[in-house]
């Protein structure tokens, strides 16, 4: 099994012939999906996502891919392709073209919509190409394939990537749900045709490679949803992901059986389930759609919700509404229903969401207490299922942290892959397909860039530490006048602390030790304001540590007169 090494450094020139792949993001971690193909001087990138930040990232609203490793070189990019429309393999997409706009977007008719309403709220016309499974497209030396792959988003799509040193076959998310509630399936009979032409290397979703068997049916979800509805007191609240419209739809066709009102909550829930109702992806009555503003008024037994926020995300509208600062309010006898998954690392945030709807006597229902959700990602017998459909020569797991990757590694060489045909990379990690055999040969930069705001970039992770320090441990502000000849103290010091734990009153012990400190220095010649802030800086610093055991951010201004 190949695997990455710290001390990789830069690529060689890219052999005559050969293919390149670079993973700028997805790779032991869950989001950021990015890939890049090289082949003869042009590249193809598939997919292009954000990574939503942790709790530990304060202020970031999301996280990119780093372009740097394209960024000289974007007028050599054929074209983007999009697997499918969830945010962590098109979010991103609005960044990349701002570099470079008339990049073409290949996909299928509703990522293209939904990227598309993206865009706008970026103000950038996209240059769309739309594609079909079954379809076949050439972009400069690629000639790629497009195959149906059943997720939990209408219209996704694996993509073989044909190149004349080999055929590529990425997955993208998928699962083999055989009632799917679309009826669509994922073309196995596609994938084996692949193998038997040759496979020389598959990269394949790796989320639930720890998950032994297959994946529940979507329609078994149906049912629970009904339950809850029917039963349901008061008005029945489902916070969702804002793409997942097979859930969406199993709500509304709960609600109307019931005869409820169904009203969407939250701008991007509004917005891509008003494309999917376009594009008749979402089927809908037309009198059971509501004005979100006009539900008050309804009897709450006649009500139901449908908002973003499964994920406890703060500015959600779940969030929001658990911790009262939403126009909607959760009441005694409503029901809630978190009709997702857990990413992994928001446990915390939404277990808190669960306990503030709680509070207000909200009876909600998730994962942990009814069959409200199944994954989109195929477990471990699916996947082996691919691996022997494909017969690949070479295999690159993709899409999981790096416990996936591992056991999805594993699942390959049982399949009969050898050991030293298994890649497992991390994000940067140069591969080359070389006379059929993939190999690691270098590294470039994959590093993490933050959204936050407008600005993008501009945060950095000493930046991050500083928040961190500062949410934390809070500040002190130490204020003094010197005089710029000789370094000498004219006037304070002024000391004050915020957010630190330290007793106000008790803050005037330091003065005396600062002083002592600054005189002797300006008594050494130190006239430099660098040296003077350093001088109060350990010296408050010092006694905070010894009196309280506490690291405060401090930050000292020095006056010059």
């Known amino acids: 099994m190949s695997h990455p090494h710290p001390e990789l450094g830069p690529p060689p020139r890219l052999p005559d012939g050969a293919l390149r792949i670079v993973a700028l993001g997805g790779l032991g971690e869950i989001g950021r999906n990015m890939a890049v193909f090289e082949y003869d001087g042009r590249l193809l990138i598939v997919d292009c996502g954000v990574l939503f930040p942790e709790p530990d990232q304060p202020g970031v609203d999301l996280i990119l891919p780093d372009f740097e490793y394209i960024r000289n070189r974007l007028d050599d990019v054929e074209a983007v ?6 945010e962590d393999h098109i979010g991103a997409v609005p960044y990349l073209l701002r570099e470079r706009r008339d990049i073409p977007i290949v996909g299928s008719r509703l990522t293209l919509a939904l990227i598309e309403a993206k865009l706008t709220e970026h103000r950038i016309q996209p240059v769309k ?4 499974e079954g379809e076949r497209r050439r972009f400069g030396p690629f000639e790629t394939e497009f195959l149906a792959v059943n997720h939990s988003i209408p219209d996704a799509l694996a993509v073989a990537i044909r190149t004349p040193a080999g055929i590529v076959l990425h997955t993208g998310d998928f699962r083999m749900d055989q009632l799917p509630s679309d009826g669509r399936l994922t073309d196995l009979g596609g994938f084996a045709r692949l193998g038997a032409e040759g496979v ?26 009904d339950e809850v509805v029917r039963t349901a007191e008061k008005r029945v609240i489902v916070a969702s992901f804002a793409s997942h419209i097979h859930r969406v739809q199993q709500v509304i066709d709960s609600a109307e059986k019931h005869g409820r009102k169904v009203a969407l909550v939250g701008r991007s829930m509004i917005r891509n389930m008003g494309v999917a109702r376009d594009l ?3 089927r809908v009555s037309p009198d059971v759609i509501v004005d979100s503003k006009e539900i008050e008024g309804w009897p709450p037994e006649d009500v139901v919700l449908i908002c973003t926020g499964s994920q406890g995300e703060p500015m959600a509208a779940l969030s929001r509404m658990a911790n009262r600062d939403h126009p909607i309010r959760v009441a005694e006898g409503d029901t809630v229903l978190l ?3 857990l990413v992994p690392g928001n446990e915390t945030a939404v277990n808190k969401v669960i306990n503030g709807l709680s509070r207000w006597g909200a009876r909600v229902v998730h994962k942990g207490n009814a069959k409200v959700h199944v994954s989109g990602h195929a477990a471990a017998g699916e996947l082996l299922y691919v691996l022997n459909l494909t017969r690949p020569s070479n295999f690159m797991p993709v899409h999981g942290e790096w416990r996936h990757l591992r056991a999805h590694a594993k699942l390959a060489a049982l399949t009969g892959v050898p050991d030293d045909h298994i890649v497992i990379a991390e ?4 591969v080359d397909l070389v006379d059929g055999r993939a190999k690691i040969v270098g590294a470039v930069p994959a590093g993490y860039v933050y959204v936050d705001g407008t600005s993008v970039g501009d945060v950095t992770d000493f930046a991050l530490k500083d928040r961190r320090i500062l949410g934390e441990e809070g500040f002190i502000s130490v204020v003094v ?5 000789t370094g000498k103290l004219t006037a304070g010091p002024e000391i004050h602390a915020r957010g630190s734990g330290i007793d106000p009153d008790r803050l005037v012990e330091i003065l005396p030790q600062l002083e002592r400190a600054l005189e002797e220095h300006a008594a050494d010649g130190v006239v430099d304001i660098q040296q003077i802030r350093r001088v109060v800086r350990r010296t408050v610093g010092r006694w905070v540590s010894d009196t309280y055991r506490r690291r405060p951010m401090i930050i000292p201004v020095v006056i010059e007169v």
Do not use: K, Q
């Open 481 to 485: 006048v010197v005089d710029t000849g």
């Open 200 to 225: 020389d290397l598959l990269m394949s979703d790796s989320t639930n490679a720890e998950v032994p068997g297959f994946v529940t049916s979507e329609r078994e979800i149906a049912p629970v949803i």
């Open 280 to 282: 008749g992806y979402l």
């Open 129 to 132: 190409v739309g594609v079909v």
């Open 81 to 86: 392709v999009l697997t499918h429309a969830h």
């Open 339 to 341: 009709a997702s998954s």
């Open 427 to 430: 994000d940067g990690v140069v």
